[in-house]
């Protein structure tokens, strides 16, 4: 019998790992999907801490790290993202065995995640002494020979020079305007996979049996009042003429309207389903928002405005 049970165990560690080093490897070498594979890492890691408890579910992240160190070559920045994404996966296993709540939940998660990347890019700037600066500063130096090599390449004609040098000049442009808010994009990243993956896993896990959290209705979930007073100080930071101030506050801004999205979400989701509204509708309107920029603003207004305004009349019903 416990040979048996060893057995399964092991099964569902490959299989576990074989799932985890598939999501790798498809932007890896489908890079169309490079930006949406990383948003399903933590999803198999946390449903087998799950299933298979703390030890026996601690080999799948460990396992998987080796397979994407061994496919990619080495250690690299992009190991480290995913393993910094496995390790969210197994933090949200562990934090789901207790009674927390979801924003308690998920910030043990967030700050967890941050605190261990940030060591770890200290540590490979330290070794490599390539910190994040000067990785950015050699990409931006790439594009300049590439644009030099176009010139003098004869055999390219003369319009599609043209069109490729626009399109590296451009692109090389955004990477400097975004290089100062870097670490606020890195960071709301990553509280974005985490929620997502938050609510992606409910339906999986009661559907197979697991024991999850049971947070309540997400979609009557509302922004704790206290974080207007971060959107405040961040907004006064902007103001203030010291420059690392003021990015200090984009980043800050950055990160705040990353929750007050989740808040607009869950005030659309919730009148989605009041309205009951199709799957095949909502599915469409949800991917809407996902493509259109300003849409996702009016979303995070929504998340902000209803501190005030109460959209679901939440107050009157408490």
Not at 10 to 35: D, E, H, W
Not at 192 to 210: S, T
């Amino acid at each position: 019998m416990s040979q048996m049970i060893q057995g399964e165990i092991r099964k569902n560690i490959a299989v576990g790992v074989t799932i985890t080093s598939l999501i790798f490897a498809v932007p890896v070498y489908i890079p169309l999907f490079s930006v949406l594979c990383p948003l399903f890492i933590p999803l198999p890691i946390l449903f087998y801490r799950l299933k298979l408890g703390r030890k026996s579910g601690a080999f799948v992240p460990v396992l998987s790290a080796a397979v994407m160190i061994t496919l990619a070559g080495g250690l690299s920045p992009g190991i480290a993202i995913f393993a910094e994404l496995m390790l969210a996966g197994f933090l949200l296993g562990e934090l789901s065995e207790t009674k927390l709540s979801v924003e308690k939940t998920v910030m043990y998660v967030w700050i967890a995640v941050l605190l261990t990347g940030g060591l770890g890019l200290t540590v490979y700037g330290q070794i490599s002494g390539n910190g994040i600066h000067t990785f950015l500063s050699d990409i931006t130096k790439i594009f300049d020979d590439i644009l030099t090599g176009l010139k003098e390449d004869r055999e390219i004609s003369a319009e599609k020079i043209l069109v490729m040098s626009e399109f590296l000049r451009q692109t090389r442009e955004i990477l400097l305007i975004i290089k100062p808010v870097l670490p606020g994009m890195a960071a709301s990243s990553i509280l974005f996979v985490i929620w997502a993956n938050l609510l992606m896993a409910r339906p999986i896990m009661r559907n197979r049996g697991l024991t999850y959290p049971d947070f309540g209705p997400l979609n009557l979930w509302k922004v704790p009042e206290f974080m207007v007073w971060g959107v405040i100080g961040c907004g006064f930071m902007l103001m203030v003429p010291d420059r690392f101030l003021k990015i200090s506050g984009l980043n800050g801004l950055i990160i705040l309207m990353t929750v007050y999205f989740f808040g607009g979400i869950a005030v659309i989701s919730f009148y989605f389903e009041k309205k009951r509204f199709p799957p095949a509708l909502r599915i469409f309107l949800y991917s809407l928002i996902a493509l259109q920029v300003v849409l996702q603003f009016l979303v995070i207004a929504l998340g902000f405005f209803d501190l005030w305004l109460d959209f679901r009349k939440i107050k009157s019903e408490t």
